[in-house]
């Protein structure tokens, strides 16, 4: 990978020729899983691979647009097609959901009518549910609930800006909106219509003293829509904020085995 990225990286210079077969041998990669635009580093954080999200950006240049209309499937005028390696890689798209080119889901992954951007990774068992949006590069992990409706946003450039994450576990409410590299932790609970961004105040009220979280949600942290009140020169206002109100528990876990049997290939749901 040493040399993909070089020669990526040397296509990115001020009038450079796009090595065309670089470019879309990262794009393959994305597809198949091989490559990833962010990646565990193996103590609790992230490493952001920039010269995988330039290869991205990359590959719309040299990509010409192509109209698609197979027999029974979606229609299409675009320089991406959909993904195709569904069943060689054991994932469950429900019509009319959508999973682009550049984007990988591990086996047993399940999208309803919802979509999927390129350059994203979805962990193994993961649940898009009905209208939910993977936005580009996000990166969601394993056992994950995405509920109805919930916006998970995209993120090109520039290429080092941190990607949505949602790791391990978490169970995302309806209509929840995640932005501008938010991060949440294993196991987490977002209550219904949570809003964040990076400047969204997340607070911990369980102790006597409030501790201020902005872009990340710990793990197994229960967090509800709140509000902070602020004062502006024409008065107090009420800005956004999500409350840490509790710790998910055994029985939060077992409200989110409910949805195992529509991850199950085997059962119709």
Same mark, same amino acid.
């Given at each position: 990978?040493?040399?993909?990225?070089?020669?990526?990286?040397?296509?990115?210079?001020?009038?450079?020729?796009?090595?065309?077969?670089?470019?879309?041998?990262?794009?393959?990669?994305?597809?198949?899983?091989?490559?990833?635009?962010?990646?565990?580093?193996?103590?609790?954080?992230?490493?952001?691979?920039?010269?995988?999200?330039?290869?991205?950006?990359?590959?719309?240049?040299?990509?010409?647009?192509?109209?698609?209309?197979?027999?029974?499937?979606?229609?299409?005028?675009?320089?991406?097609?959909?993904?195709?390696?569904?069943?060689?890689? #054991? +994932? $469950? !798209?429900?019509?009319?959901?959508?999973?682009?080119? /550049?984007?990988? %889901?591990? =086996?047993?992954?399940?999208?309803?009518?919802?979509?999927?951007?390129?350059?994203?990774?979805?962990?193994?068992?993961?649940?898009?549910?009905?209208?939910?949006?993977?936005?580009?590069?996000?990166?969601?992990?394993?056992?994950?609930?995405?509920?109805?409706?919930?916006?998970?946003?995209?993120?090109?450039?520039?290429?080092?800006?941190?990607?949505?994450?949602?790791?391990?576990?978490?169970?995302?409410?309806?209509?929840?909106?995640?932005?501008? #590299? +938010? $991060? !949440?932790?294993?196991?987490?609970?977002?209550?219904? /219509?949570?809003? %964040?961004? =990076?400047?969204?105040?997340?607070?911990?009220?369980?102790?006597?003293?409030?501790?201020?979280?902005?872009?990340?949600?710990?793990?197994?942290?229960?967090?509800?829509?709140?509000?902070?009140?602020?004062?502006?020169?024409?008065?107090?206002?009420?800005?956004?904020?999500?409350?840490?109100?509790?710790?998910?528990?055994?029985?939060?876990?077992?409200?989110?085995?409910?949805?195992?049997?529509?991850?199950?290939?085997?059962?119709?749901?």
């Amino acid at each position: 990978m040493q040399d993909l990225q070089a020669r990526i990286e040397a296509s990115t210079q001020p009038g450079a020729v796009l090595d065309e077969e670089a470019i879309r041998a990262v794009m393959e990669a994305l597809d198949t899983g091989v490559l990833r635009v962010a990646t565990p580093d193996g103590q609790g954080g992230w490493d952001v691979h920039a010269w995988v999200r330039s290869a991205i950006l990359l590959y719309f240049r040299i990509q010409g647009m192509v109209y698609s209309a197979p027999e029974g499937g979606l229609v299409s005028y675009d320089k991406i097609p959909l993904k195709t390696r569904l069943v060689e890689q #054991g +994932v $469950r !798209v429900v019509p009319p959901g959508a999973v682009r080119y /550049g984007a990988f %889901l591990e =086996a047993g992954c399940v999208v309803m009518p919802g979509y999927v951007n390129l350059g994203a990774w979805v962990g193994a068992g993961t649940m898009v549910d009905t209208w939910a949006t993977v936005g580009s590069c996000a990166q969601i992990g394993r056992g994950v609930h995405l509920s109805g409706g919930v916006g998970i946003g995209g993120v090109l450039e520039p290429p080092s800006a941190r990607p949505v994450i949602v790791e391990d576990g978490a169970f995302i409410g309806s209509r929840c909106i995640l932005v501008e #590299g +938010v $991060r !949440v932790g294993a196991e987490a609970v977002l209550g219904a /219509g949570v809003v %964040l961004t =990076a400047s969204t105040p997340i607070v911990d009220v369980r102790g006597e003293v409030e501790v201020v979280h902005k872009g990340y949600v710990p793990p197994r942290a229960v967090v509800v829509p709140g509000s902070r009140v602020r004062r502006f020169p024409a008065g107090e206002y009420a800005l956004p904020a999500a409350l840490i109100i509790g710790e998910r528990s055994e029985s939060t876990d077992k409200k989110t085995s409910l949805n195992a049997a529509l991850r199950d290939f085997g059962v119709s749901a």
